[in-house]
T-cell receptor, first 116, second 113 residues
C-alpha cells in the first residue's frame, strides 16, 4: 500500500535554530501535501496545503515566514520551522494526497519537535 | 462552515465490551466521512470511510454508517480488545478544492483486560 516516510521522528533543538522535516511518498505521487500540527491531547490543526510545484496555501493564523513549506517534486515535501522557539514544540504530521487514487490520504508517522 | 463534533473522552471499557463513539458533522455540500486511528507516538491510519449517504464503512470489526438525515457517522465495534486502545478521529472531506480533511477533536479509548 501507499507509504509516506516522515523524518525525523523526533528532534530536539535549541531555541533560535531551524529544523527541517521531510515527507517522502515512497510508491505514489503526492500531488498534494497537507501539513498538520497536533498539540497534546488535541486534534490536528491544518497548517498549510501545498501542490507540487506551487506555493503553499497557509491557514489563517499560520506564519508563512516561520513555517516554510517546499513541495518541489511529486515525492518530496519539506516543512522548515525557522528560528524555532519553545512554543513551536509540537507534533507535526504530513499527509499526502494522490489525486489519481480515490480519497488516498496517506499520513506520515509524525515528528515530535522539542525546542529547548 | 464545515466542522466535526466528537464525543469527549476518554472512553474506558473492559475487554469484549461494545463500543460506540459518536460523531456528527456540519458541511456544505456532500462530504466524504472518515474514521482515523492514532496509536501512541504514531501518525494517523485510515480505519474506514464512507463516501455517500447510507454507505457503511467497515474494517477490523469496526463499522460506521453515513447517516445524512442525522448528519452522523458513529463508530461501533461489538467486542473491543486491549489492542484497540488508541485515539480515534472522525473527519470529513469535501469533494471540491484541495479536498482537505477537517478533523474532530479525537476520542481516546482505553480498554482494560
Amino acid at each position: 500500500g501507499a507509504v509516506v516516510s516522515q523524518h525525523p521522528s523526533r528532534v530536539i533543538c535549541k531555541s533560535g535554530t531551524s529544523v527541517k522535516i521531510e515527507c517522502r511518498s515512497l510508491d505514489f505521487q503526492a500531488t498534494t501535501m497537507f501539513w498538520y500540527r497536533q498539540f497534546p491531547k488535541q486534534s490536528l490543526m491544518l497548517m498549510a496545503t501545498s501542490n507540487e510545484g506551487s506555493k503553499a496555501t497557509y491557514e489563517q493564523g499560520v506564519e508563512k515566514d516561520k513555517f516554510l513549506i517546499n513541495h518541489a517534486s511529486l515525492t518530496l515535501s519539506t516543512l522548515t520551522v525557522a528560528s524555532a522557539h519553545p512554543e513551536d514544540s509540537s507534533f507535526y504530521i504530513c499527509s499526502a494526497l494522490d489525486r489519481a487514487r480515490d480519497y488516498g490520504y496517506t499520513f506520515g508517522s509524525g515528528t515530535r519537535l522539542t525546542v529547548v | 462552515g464545515n466542522s466535526v463534533t466528537q464525543m469527549e473522552g476518554p472512553v474506558t471499557l473492559s475487554e469484549e465490551a461494545f463500543l460506540t463513539i459518536n460523531c456528527t458533522y456540519t458541511a456544505t455540500g456532500y462530504p466524504s466521512l472518515f474514521w482515523y486511528v492514532q496509536y501512541p507516538g504514531e501518525g494517523l491510519q485510515l480505519l474506514l470511510k464512507a463516501t455517500k449517504a447510507d454507505d457503511k464503512g467497515s474494517n477490523k470489526g469496526f463499522e460506521a454508517t453515513y447517516r445524512k438525515e442525522t448528519t452522523s457517522f458513529h463508530l461501533e465495534k461489538g467486542s473491543v480488545q486491549v489492542s484497540d486502545s488508541a485515539v480515534y478521529f472522525c473527519a470529513l472531506s469535501l469533494n471540491t478544492g484541495f479536498q482537505k480533511l477537517v478533523f474532530g477533536t479525537g476520542t481516546r479509548l482505553l480498554v482494560s483486560p
